[in-house]
């Protein structure tokens, strides 16, 4: 159910939200491909920085309330087979709406790099 908060948040343009912090930036690239569980994000974010990034479950889910009161995200109604699963886990997947938040950003963070790069600072460092 859609709340009175969560339609006046998906009014706003996604830039509005920008930038984001780099929890809910991980977070929503790791719900970028599915919808998940809280640990299994943590392990997505853990995994796809290479372990650079390290979650830590009062990060996570303080983040994820935020999220869902934003409405970038959303608990999923759908539940795996209880036996294959803890009946306890919620599960969450990215909204139409937190799926534009993430691009705008994503763009953002591009447009900084690129900018970047641009500098003979950056040109003349070695990759590392």
Same mark, same amino acid.
């Given at each position: 159910?859609? #709340?009175?908060?969560?339609?006046?948040?998906? !009014?706003? @343009?996604?830039? =509005?939200?920008?930038?984001? #912090? @780099?929890?809910?930036?991980?977070?929503?690239?790791?719900?970028?491909?599915?919808e998940?569980?809280?640990?299994?994000?943590?392990?997505?974010?853990?995994?796809?920085s290479?372990?650079?990034?390290?979650?830590? @479950?009062?990060? !996570?889910?303080?983040?994820?309330?935020?999220? &869902?009161? +934003?409405?970038?995200?959303e608990? =999923?109604?759908?539940?795996? +087979?209880?036996?294959?699963? +803890?009946?306890?886990?919620?599960?969450?997947? &990215?909204?139409?709406?937190?799926?534009?938040?993430?691009?705008?950003?994503?763009?953002?963070?591009?447009d900084?790099?690129?900018?970047?790069? =641009?500098?003979?600072?950056?040109?003349?460092?070695?990759?590392?």
């Open positions: 159910m859609i #709340t009175r908060e969560q339609t006046r948040v998906a !009014l706003k @343009p996604p830039e =509005s939200f920008l930038p984001l #912090t @780099p929890a809910v930036f991980h977070i929503l690239i790791a719900l970028g491909d599915g998940a569980h809280g640990y299994a994000i943590m392990q997505e974010v853990a995994e796809k290479g372990g650079a990034v390290r979650m830590g @479950p009062g990060t !996570l889910y303080g983040a994820v309330n935020r999220l &869902l009161k +934003d409405g970038l995200i608990e =999923s109604e759908e539940r795996p +087979d209880p036996e294959m699963d +803890d009946t306890r886990r919620r599960y969450y997947r &990215l909204t139409d709406f937190g799926g534009r938040v993430l691009a705008a950003e994503t763009k953002r963070m591009a900084l790099v690129r900018a970047a790069r =641009s500098t003979t600072a950056v040109r003349k460092m070695k990759p590392a």
